[in-house]
Nanobody, 127 residues
Framework: HLQIVESGGGLVQPGGSLRLSCAVPGFTLDYYAIGWFRQAPGKEREGVACITTNDDSTLYSDSVKGRFTISRGDAMHTVTLQMNSLTAEDAAVYYC????????????????????WGQGTQVTVSS
């Protein structure tokens, strides 16, 4: 079983920023797609951002485009999600996910049936 470790959630005021991190230390694929989904109470889990590790191509949902940035971390098999200009609509549990069958971000948000998920990290946006 592949372990995914997330960190960085918390409470932030509207308009503020947070940075989430995701580590997948045991992944042995040479490259893969990895991304973030989020789920707010009473809503379906939705894709937010994705990156492919060989060429750093990215995909964002329309709701976060221009405010969130996904990038590979300095350590191998880590990614970060920089979230700026946060609003109440961004409040949710954020999950890092990856899949041994997905080598690109194309259609990565079309399913929640990815192989590996983190435990989730709570992001709360409130004044």
């Amino acid at each position: 079983h592949l372990q995914i470790v997330e960190s960085g959630g918390g409470l932030v005021q509207p308009g503020g920023s947070l940075r989430l991190s995701c580590a997948v230390p045991g992944f042995t694929l040479d490259y893969y797609a990895i991304g973030w989904f989020r789920q707010a109470p009473g809503k379906e889990r939705e894709g937010v951002a994705c990156i492919t590790t060989n060429d750093d191509s990215t995909l964002y949902s329309d709701s976060v485009k221009g405010r969130f940035t996904i990038s590979r971390g300095d350590a191998m098999h880590t990614v970060t999600l920089q979230m700026n200009s946060l609003t109440a609509e961004d409040a949710a549990v954020y999950y890092c996910t990856t899949d041994s069958s997905w080598r690109t971000c194309e259609r990565f948000f079309s399913t929640v049936n990815h192989d590996f998920w983190g435990q989730g990290t709570q992001v709360t946006v409130s004044s």
